[in-house]
C-alpha cells in the first residue's frame, strides 16, 4: 500500500491557468506539508497543515491555496500559473505537529509541474 | 535559525569504495538531524535520523551517520559503495520542538563507477 500517493504524477499546463495537485496519506498522520523542489533540486517548505488547520505558510505567493478536506488529504490549488511555477512539489506526512525524537516526515512520489 | 550546509554538490566513487557525504549544520536548539535520499524522478526515502540518542546513527542500505557537536557535523559514511546507491542526498535539520518544518541541504549528487 502507497503510505502518501500524489496524483497527478506529471503536469503540463499554460501559463495563467488554474491546476490543482492531490495528496492523500493512509498513515493515519495528523500533520500533513507540501514542499517544492526547483530546477536546481533545492527543496523548500510551502505548508503544513495540522488537523485541517493551517500552521506553516512560508510566505508562499497567495497563487497558491492548500486545502484540506480531512486530515488524509491535503491538496495544492494554484491560480494564475507562471513560469516560475514549474517544479516539483511533493506532499509529506507526519504523526506530529512538533518535531521530536520519534517523529518522521514521509513524502509522496512528487508532482512535476511545467509552465509553458 | 537552523541550516544545513552539504559540502559537496558532487561526490563521484568507484563500485567497492567507501562513500563519504558532508553535512554541516548551525542550529540554535537541540537538532534532529536527517538523511534523505531521492532516486533519479523518484520521491524522497528517509535513510537515518539523529534525534540525541546515540551519535552513531545506523540508518538503510548500509548507510550510517556521526553527530558531532563539537564540528557540528553529521557526515554520512558507506563502507563500500554499490551502483544502486547513485543518486541525490538531502541533509536535512528540524528544529527540536518546533513546528516539524524540515530544512533542506542543496543535496549532494552521488555517481557510482562500475
Known amino acids: 500500500d502507497t503510505a502518501v500517493s500524489q496524483t497527478p504524477k506529471y503536469l503540463v499546463t499554460q501559463m495563467g491557468n488554474d491546476k490543482s495537485i492531490k495528496c492523500e496519506q493512509n498513515l493515519g498522520h495528523d500533520t500533513m506539508y507540501w514542499y517544492k523542489q526547483d530546477s536546481k533540486k533545492f527543496l523548500k517548505i510551502m505548508f503544513s497543515?495540522?488537523?485541517?488547520?493551517?500552521?506553516i505558510n512560508e510566505t508562499v505567493p497567495n497563487r497558491f491555496s492548500p486545502k484540506s478536506p480531512d486530515k488524509a488529504h491535503l491538496n495544492l490549488h494554484i491560480n494564475s500559473l507562471e513560469l516560475g511555477d514549474s517544479a516539483v512539489y511533493f506532499c509529506a506526512s507526519s504523526q506530529d505537529l512538533k518535531a521530536d525524537s520519534t517523529d518522521t516526515q514521509y513524502f509522496g512520489p512528487g508532482t512535476r509541474l511545467t509552465v509553458l | 535559525a537552523q541550516s544545513v550546509t552539504q559540502l559537496d554538490s558532487h561526490v563521484s566513487v568507484s563500485e567497492g569504495t567507501p562513500v563519504l557525504l558532508r553535512c554541516n549544520y548551525s542550529?540554535?536548539?537541540?537538532?534532529?538531524l536527517f538523511w534523505y535520499v531521492q532516486h533519479p524522478n523518484k520521491g524522497l526515502q528517509l535513510l537515518l535520523k539523529y534525534t540525541s540518542a546515540a551519535t552513531l546513527v545506523k540508518g538503510i542500505n548500509g548507510f550510517e551517520a556521526e553527530f558531532k557537536k563539537s564540528e557540528t557535523s553529521f557526515h554520512l559514511t558507506k563502507p563500500s559503495a554499490h551502483m544502486s546507491d547513485a543518486a541525490e542526498y538531502f541533509c536535512v535539520v528540524s528544529q527540536w520542538g518546533g513546528y516539524n518544518k524540515l530544512i533542506f541541504g542543496a543535496g549532494t549528487r552521488l555517481a557510482v563507477h562500475p
Open positions: 497543515y495540522n488537523n485541517k488547520e493551517l500552521i
Open positions: 542550529s540554535s536548539y537541540s537538532p534532529s
